[in-house]
């Protein structure tokens, strides 16, 4: 027992098995094996290594963004003149990622709760039958009293009276300065895995460059000052167009990175989308136009309160940053490296079956392949040791 022991362990340890290997001379099993190998060895540097950078490995930022409009603009509204300043086109007011510049609006001014009719054209009525007290409709502006207006045949709401009036869109839109207004980004990423942290005031965009740049994608890429008709104009607008109405852009800021260079080579690219408000889109009788929403100023005028309400028409901003930085790393390397010699292999099974299955001197290739040997066991019963013949498959 001991030396049987012994003879395993020693088999174990000290022999080396290697598989037999059959050179076959076909040239056209050779051909069509050396093509797939060629084929998986351009996966795996083109494919791979090249486009898809497999040995390195990849993280995303954590990012925060700070915004700031600046600008003046100017209104002459039957005779009223205004000056609006920050304060008054930008909602909301903090800076954030996402907000709206005011580029139109209608303006309801003196509002106070009482009962008035509605607008001619809507919820119209001809007696009092027609408009149940204390109910609401979806489109109105209050609640009905049950009272139809002999004047405009439409039923009496209380409301914030009188009714806002928004058929009459102003063409051309009041606030058209707004196209030279300027926004201000200010962006900061970290990447957690490769412990770096970035700003898109890289180096060489200090204050003095700041006062003086504004963004051209050629000749000012980095400069973090945009004009506001700049941006409407690449993300493929006209800003009449979208400052009559409203809509949506979204600015992109793109990190992405390389940090087997040095980290100095780590710029933000500035992209622009149109995101809704179709500039193509010409159906004037689609559901929806535009973007816009209403807000009220509220104040007491003779210790009755009143408000003034806005129907605001504007591009909406979308600061959106998206990110990517890579660097080289050992383990994504040999798993790729690993998964491409394994890959090698599907040639070997393509050849092997063509040699086995299609070739007309495949039972030939068979007997060259597969050799089989008669092995003798030991009967431990007899003292002599009587043997058994097996045919085995290798």
């Known amino acids: 027992m001991k030396s049987q022991i012994t003879n395993a362990l020693s088999d174990f340890f000290f022999e080396y ?87 139109n609006y209608i303006i309801t001014e003196g509002q106070k709760m009482g009962t008035c009719p509605e607008l001619k054209g809507q919820h119209n009525c001809s007696s009092n039958a027609d408009c149940e007290g204390g109910s609401f409709k979806r489109t109105g502006h209050g609640q009905m009293t049950g ?15 009188p009714v806002e009036d928004d058929h009459e869109i102003p063409d051309p839109p009041l606030l058209m300065s707004a196209e030279n207004y300027t926004l201000f980004i200010k962006n900061s ?39 506001l008709g700049d941006i409407v104009k690449e993300s493929g607008f006209n800003f009449e167009t979208i400052a009559r109405v409203g809509g949506a852009i979204g600015i992109v800021v ?42 009220a100023k509220h104040y ?7 408000r003034t309400l806005l129907k605001v028409f504007g591009i909406r901003i979308d600061i959106i940053v998206q990110s990517l930085a890579r660097k080289f790393d050992i383990i994504p390397t040999l ?21 086995l299955y299609l070739l007309p001197k495949r039972e030939f290739y068979k007997n060259m392949k597969f050799k089989y040997t008669e092995t003798q066991t030991q009967d431990p019963d007899s003292e002599a040791g009587s043997t058994e013949t097996e045919v085995s498959k290798k």
């Open 17 to 103: 098995e290697t598989p037999r290997q059959v050179l076959v001379r076909n040239r056209r099993v050779g051909v069509v094996c050396r093509l797939i190998q060629l084929g998986v060895l351009v996966y795996i540097i083109g494919w791979v290594f090249i486009y898809e950078k497999g040995y390195q490995s990849t993280d995303t930022a954590v990012s925060s963004v700070f915004s700031k409009m600046k600008g003046v603009g100017y209104t002459n509204v039957s005779g009223s003149e205004r000056v609006w300043d920050v304060a008054d086109y930008v909602f909301p007011p903090q800076g954030d990622s996402s907000f709206v510049v005011m580029t």
């Open 147 to 161: 009272v139809c207006d002999n004047d405009t045949k439409t039923c009496e709401v209380l409301a914030w009276c």
């Open 189 to 227: 990423i970290t990447f957690p895995l490769f412990q770096v942290t970035r700003s898109n005031l890289v180096e060489g965009v200090d204050a003095h460059y700041i006062s003086k740049c504004l963004h051209d994608p050629k000749n000012a890429p980095l400069c973090p000052i945009f004009r």
């Open 300 to 306: 007491m005028d003779e210790k009755v309160q009143k």
């Open 254 to 295: 793109d990190w992405t990175c390389n940090f087997d260079s040095d980290v100095k080579h780590c710029k933000p690219k500035y992209n622009f989308h149109g995101l809704y408000g179709n500039p193509t889109e010409t159906d004037k009788a689609r559901a929806s136009v535009g973007y816009n929403f209403r807000f």
């Open 335 to 355: 798993t790729a490296i690993g998964s491409g010699v394994g890959i090698f292999g599907v040639a070997t099974v393509v050849c092997d079956l063509v040699l």
